[in-house]
């Protein structure tokens, strides 16, 4: 079964950083690609980025909104899934879900339960 | 960015009634949309890829149609578990783009 269990979320203020953890199990990590999104609160999705498996060179992609302030990467030694979170402003105060991408398109099918982060002065 | 818009924002249902929510593209995505479903305080489900594919484990009361720009969820026979919000999701381009969601509610 599928396990994806989000960590590292917590009080920020503006200006921080804020580096987010997914812990994968379930499944060879190694060759899914995965994303994450975030809902602010009472708000809807929002897709913020995806970093494709090692044998496709790791690429990642981003939303305009966290491009050049958020990153994604992997450790397939460890299973895991992270997002580093730099200059962050209120706006991004949010539950973030760490998911997979099927093989059968890039979809999201999977979720971590999700991490709160809330930036606050 | 692709704008993905669904209607309507809320609707207010009984149990047993079939609902239909409706997801519109800004351009044509062919049919690389999904639905997801959400109940308060929880993680968002998979329910549908492809525009009608059902994950596995997702009942038969749930199907979906469409193609190009317009696209439309279906659920038969409304059950209280059905009672959440849900979302559709374009993933012909990049950046993936959800629409803004549709609360169906017990009237």
């Known amino acids: 079964e599928v396990h994806l269990v989000e960590s590292g979320g917590g009080l920020v203020k503006p200006g921080e950083s804020l580096r987010l953890s997914c812990a994968a199990s379930g499944f060879t990590f190694k060759a899914v690609w995965m994303t994450w999104v975030r809902q602010a609160p009472g708000k809807g999705l929002e897709w913020l980025g995806r970093?494709?498996?090692?044998?496709?060179?790791?690429?990642?992609d981003y939303t305009e909104s966290v491009k050049g302030r958020f990153t994604i990467s992997r450790d397939d030694s460890q299973n895991m899934l992270y997002l580093q979170m730099n200059s962050l402003t209120v706006d991004d105060t949010a539950v973030y879900y760490c998911t997979t991408v099927p093989n059968y398109g890039e979809t999201i099918d999977h979720w971590g339960q999700g991490t709160l982060v809330t930036v606050s002065s | 960015d692709i704008q993905m818009t669904q209607s309507p924002s809320s609707l207010s249902a009984s149990m047993g009634d079939r609902v239909t929510i409706t997801c519109r593209a800004s351009q044509g995505i062919g049919n690389s949309l999904a639905w997801f479903q959400q109940k308060p305080g929880k993680a968002p489900k998979s329910l549908i890829y492809?525009?009608?594919n059902l994950h596995r484990g997702v009942p038969s009361k749930f199907s979906g149609s469409g193609s190009g720009t317009d696209f439309t969820l279906t659920i038969s026979g409304l059950q209280p578990e059905d009672f959440a919000t849900y979302y559709c999701?374009?993933?012909?381009?990049?950046?993936?783009?959800f629409g803004g969601g549709t609360k169906v509610d017990i009237k």
């Open positions: 999701l374009q993933y012909k381009n990049y950046p993936l783009t």
């Open positions: 492809g525009a009608s």
């Open positions: 970093i494709k498996g090692k044998a496709s060179g790791e690429t990642t």
